[in-house]
């Protein structure tokens, strides 16, 4: 059974930081392109990060600069670090795995807020 397995959210003061990690079991994510997608109430679900199985990372303009993606294919996690949040990056963060199958963890929230 594949799990991602989300953590880290919180609430976090405007131009402060988190880090968020998600764990898998069940797949390897070294053969799979794992990415970070986010949802704000009302809004559609969107594109944050990813990184390929090539090790090439991606993001959205929204937050290039100030989020970084990273993996640890030792401990098949990979994380989202969040420097200088503002409050239109509150949303629910999903991870996300695509490879010969696509996967979703169950979110973690991230509020922005003073």
């Known amino acids: 059974q594949v799990q991602l397995v989300e953590s880290g959210g919180g609430l976090v003061q405007p131009g402060g930081s988190l880090r968020l990690a998600c764990a898998a079991s069940?797949?390897?994510?070294?053969?799979?392109?794992v990415g970070w997608w986010r949802q704000a109430p009302g809004k559609t679900r969107e594109f944050v990060a990813d990184?390929?199985?090539?090790?090439?990372?991606n993001y959205a303009e929204s937050v290039k600069g100030r989020f970084t993606f990273s993996r640890d294919i030792a401990k098949n996690t990979v994380y989202l670090q969040m420097n200088s949040v503002k409050p239109e990056d509150t949303a629910v963060y999903y991870c996300?795995?695509?490879?010969?199958?696509?996967?979703w963890g169950q979110g973690t929230q991230v509020t922005v807020s003073s």
């Open positions: 069940g797949i390897i994510f070294g053969i799979y392109r």
């Open positions: 996300w795995a695509r490879g010969p199958s696509a996967y």
């Open positions: 990184i390929t199985t090539g090790g090439i990372t």
